[in-house]
């Protein structure tokens, strides 16, 4: 059964720093576009980050130069590098999966889910 499982939640001060990751046991995630999206209380849920093998890492506007998505193929899992971490980046934080597709911030046309992890940014 193909899943994802996300770790690395937390509560840090505005101004750190946190690393999630997205394992995935039972496939092998570099055959996979990957993307992080998160939703806040009352909002919707955002793409924030993507990677595949077509274009370079894509990054929403609110992020970029914070967060950094990467991969390590030889554990199978895909990372979330986030910097100077705002209150406004408190969300829920989910790694999704879709196969041979482009980057894209429409989160329907994910095949494959996380469960999320908690990330709280407070003082």
């Known amino acids: 059964q193909v899943q994802l499982v996300e770790s690395g939640g937390g509560l840090v001060q505005p101004g750190g720093s946190l690393r999630l990751s997205c394992a995935a046991p039972?496939?092998?995630?570099?055959?996979?576009?990957i993307g992080w999206f998160r939703q806040a209380p009352g909002k919707e849920r955002e793409g924030i980050s993507c990677i595949s093998h077509y274009t370079t890492p894509s990054y929403r506007d609110s992020v970029q130069g914070r967060f950094t998505i990467s991969r390590d193929n030889d554990k199978n899992t895909v990372y979330l590098q986030m910097n100077n971490l705002k209150p406004e980046d408190t969300a829920v934080y989910y790694c999704?999966?879709?196969?041979?597709?482009?980057?894209?911030?429409?989160?329907?046309?994910?095949?494959?889910w996380g469960q999320g992890t908690q990330v709280t940014v407070s003082p």
């Open positions: 999704a999966a879709r196969r041979f597709g482009f980057c894209t911030w429409t989160s329907s046309v994910f095949t494959t």
């Open positions: 039972g496939f092998t995630l570099d055959e996979y576009t």
